[in-house]
């Protein structure tokens, strides 16, 4: 069953702005990933973050994590038309063995 | 870095008749496999975790005897659809989880597009 739930649906905005994502999520978690999908290919691993870590940082991503909340944020900083793609947050769920996706972000920059 | 392919990329079937894909492992040993279905425009949604040489665990409402899974060695991870049918089209990606590595990394396959007229 899906977990996660994601915020907006679908994003649009100018090349050079920045772009943010939310996941909000139900169980408790040894770490949540995000991941990239260009359309139709697979998928392209991100960040993670650990349950015990607030922000995270790599490149032009900045991933935050709320365990009060259980939410996400991903900001993609100073967007370019490459970042075109879906955006998935995904949980590790203490005790399952497995990763629950989200239903995704369709982020498309304008050039 | 960890490799995941899939074989084949895209396949075009005809309804009844039955479908394997395959998931290898290229530069590791993999002793869990993960098959995820993804529809157009959702998500990711795990079918099934298979762990080497033992018989899948399947999630809630996947039926087991319309996928088989077969994880018969540390590098290679099959999923047959039996007697496909056109609502089994979908996108069809696998991971792994490399033998002794962290436990939290997944490697994912570029994924199987199955289409079923």
């Known amino acids: 069953s899906q977990q996660g739930e994601e915020d907006p649906q679908a994003l649009s905005i100018q090349e050079g702005e920045n772009a943010t994502m939310n996941c909000s999520y139900k169980t408790s978690i040894n770490n949540l990933q995000w991941y990239r999908q260009n359309s139709g290919r697979g998928l392209v691993h991100l960040i993670l973050i650990r349950s015990n870590e607030r922000e995270k940082h790599s490149g032009r991503l900045r991933v935050t994590l709320d365990t009060s909340k259980k939410s996400s944020s991903l900001l993609i900083t100073a967007s370019r038309a490459a970042d075109t793609a879906s955006y998935f947050c995904?949980?590790?769920?203490?005790?399952?063995?497995?990763?629950?996706f989200g239903q995704g972000t369709r982020l498309t920059i304008n050039p | 870095g960890a490799v995941v392919s899939q074989h084949p990329s895209w396949v075009i079937c005809k309804s009844g008749t039955s479908v394997k894909i395959e998931c290898r492992s290229l530069d590791f040993q993999a002793t869990t496999m993960f098959w995820y279905r993804q529809f157009p425009k959702q998500s990711l949604m795990l079918m099934a975790t298979s762990n080497e040489g033992s018989k899948a665990t399947y999630e809630q409402g996947v039926e087991k005897d319309k996928f088989l899974i077969n994880h018969a060695s540390l590098t290679l991870s099959t999923l047959t659809v039996t007697s496909a049918h056109p609502e089994d089209s979908s996108f069809y990606i696998c991971?792994?989880?490399?033998?002794?590595?962290?436990?939290?990394?997944?490697?994912f396959g570029p994924g199987t597009r199955l289409t079923v007229l």
């Open positions: 995904a949980t590790d769920v203490q005790g399952a063995q497995k990763l629950v």
């Open positions: 991971s792994a989880r490399e033998a002794g590595g962290r436990a939290d990394t997944q490697y």
